[in-house]
T-cell receptor
Framework: GNSVTQMEGPVTLSEEAFLTINCTYT??????LFWYVQYPGEGLQLLLK?????DKGSNKGFEATYRKETTSFHLEKGSVQVSDSAVYFC?????????????FGTGTRLKVLA | DGGITQSPKYLFRKEGQNVTLSCEQN?????MYWYRQDPGQGLRLIYY???????QKGDIAEGYSVSREKKESFPLTVTSAQKNPTAFYLC????????????FGEGSWLTVV
């Protein structure tokens, strides 16, 4: 079945450091891939998405490229800020038996120190 | 503004009580979902509905019930059969199209007292 695996957290970085959060997936079809961000006590917000191989999603300095050959969708940011501290979820959506289903990773907590 | 509204934000339940969490969306989305999130954990699917008057069990449906009488509304009832209901509950919705995005409400905290 479909699944998403993302790196364990927490990830602790200093301000202006480079960020990478790894995400790999397993899917039988042609999924869309997403990164969501969750701030404490809030719902998930869409950060970026990519819908086909080699697409690059980007938003607020974050980027991720849909790599079909390595089944990966790693999240990167060149220079993190304290305000980026949150939990990040990788997810995929696919059509399974006529139903659109979303599979989420377990989340990676990022803490950025000033 | 379009969005998903969950209420209440905080809810306390006594042992043996049923409680209902409200979820309303004005995005004109066909599909709606309920997820449970435990502290430090990922999301687990409770129930989902692709169209009005139809819904399916997710991975952890035991002790929960839902209804979908209107397109905009998808309330979740946490019954007394749910033995460990303390968690953060997230409602979400999406359009039923290829490569669609799922959108989330702000969540509801349920605590058993």
């Amino acid at each position: 079945g479909n699944s998403v695996t993302q790196m364990e957290g927490p990830v602790t970085l200093s301000e202006e450091a480079f960020l990478t959060i790894n995400c790999t997936y397993t899917a039988t079809g042609y999924p869309s891939l997403f990164w969501y961000v969750q701030y404490p006590g809030e719902g998930l917000q869409l950060l970026l998405k990519a819908t086909k191989a080699d697409d690059k999603g980007s938003n607020k300095g974050f980027e991720a490229t849909y790599r079909k050959e390595t089944t990966s969708f790693h999240l990167e940011k060149g220079s993190v800020q304290v305000s980026d501290s949150a939990v990040y979820f990788c997810a995929l959506s696919d059509l399974t038996s006529g139903t659109y289903k979303y599979i989420f990773g377990t989340g990676t907590r990022l803490k950025v120190l000033a | 503004d379009g969005g998903i509204t969950q209420s209440p934000k905080y809810l306390f339940r006594k042992e043996g009580q049923n409680v209902t969490l409200s979820c309303e969306q004005n995005l004109n989305h066909d599909a709606m979902y309920w997820y449970r999130q435990d502290p430090g954990q990922g999301l687990r699917l409770i129930y989902y509905s692709q169209i009005v008057n139809d819904f399916q069990k997710g991975d952890i449906a035991e002790g929960y019930s839902v209804s979908r009488e209107k397109k905009e509304s998808f309330p979740l009832t946490v019954t007394s059969a749910q033995k460990n209901p303390t968690a953060f509950y997230l409602c979400a919705s999406s359009i039923r199209q290829w490569r669609n995005t799922i959108y989330f409400g702000e969540g509801s905290w349920l605590t058993v007292v």
